[in-house]
């Protein structure tokens, strides 16, 4: 049984479409996160929720919509794609997010092309 | 800010070689420190932690100490594998801070038989 899980594994598309990547973690976690890691493999926090309330927005582009709908969820809505969004993005979850001691489980990864 | 300054790869070595990967953080609170490692084509996965200083994390026989004095958590092993060959990212988290990653740069490793 995977604990993260991300769909698609792949994307490519045109700049300018709007495309959207789910997770899903089994884990029963409270906190789940969006990590975008680029071309030099650097990875930076995007955003962070913790029972379904957003709790980290890392200065993202307002074009990057998450919405978690259940504390089991946590989906990335990507409108107007531009050539710099071409990354791999992973979804995280831990037990919680308060003491920052926590083990956080990544997802397999995104890659987002963007041509 | 918090901040985490890895040494730079990528880094060869042969098998059964003694590895050392440098990590040192810039923090005003008290964080926990973490190695994670990412196989190729994988997402990342929880290689070690320690929470306070002079903790000792520990793993697959790897380990790295938390050094408060110097602000380091250089990552070792004994005697690396072909299959230790992978990204190995230093990482901090603290408290009250949503529980975010701030990672390093990473550090590439390959090991050659």
């Known amino acids: 049984d995977t604990a993260v899980s991300q769909t698609p594994k792949y994307l490519v598309t045109q700049m300018g479409n709007d495309k959207s990547i789910k997770c899903e973690q089994n884990?029963?976690?409270?906190?789940m996160y969006w990590y975008k890691q680029d071309s030099k493999k650097f990875l930076k926090i995007m955003f962070s929720?913790?029972?379904?309330?957003?709790?980290i927005n890392e200065t993202v582009p307002n074009r990057f919509s998450p919405k978690s709908p259940d504390k089991a969820h946590l989906n990335l809505h990507i409108n107007s794609l531009e050539l710099g969004d071409s990354a791999v993005y992973f979804c995280?979850?831990?037990?919680?997010?308060?003491?920052?001691?926590?083990?956080?489980?990544f997802g397999p990864g995104t890659r987002l092309t963007v041509l | 800010g918090d901040s985490v300054t890895q040494m730079e790869g990528p880094v060869t070595l042969s098998e059964e070689a003694f590895l050392t990967i440098n990590c040192t953080y810039t923090?005003?609170?008290?964080?926990?420190l973490f190695w994670y490692v990412q196989y190729p084509g994988e997402g990342l996965q929880l290689l070690l932690k320690?929470?306070?200083?002079?903790d000792k994390g520990s793993n697959k026989g790897f380990e790295a100490t938390y050094r408060k004095e110097t602000t380091s958590f250089h990552l070792e092993k004994g005697s690396v594998q072909v299959s230790d060959s992978a990204v190995y990212f230093c990482?901090?988290?603290?408290?009250?801070?949503?529980?975010?990653?701030?990672f390093g740069q990473g550090t590439e490793l390959s090991v050659k038989p």
């Open positions: 320690a929470t306070k200083a002079d």
């Open positions: 923090a005003t609170g008290y964080p926990s």
């Open positions: 929720y913790n029972n379904k309330e957003l709790i």
């Open positions: 995280a979850s831990s037990l919680s997010s308060g003491s920052g001691r926590d083990e956080q489980f």
């Open positions: 990482a901090l988290s603290d408290y009250n801070q949503g529980g975010k990653l701030i």
């Open positions: 884990l029963g976690h409270d906190t």
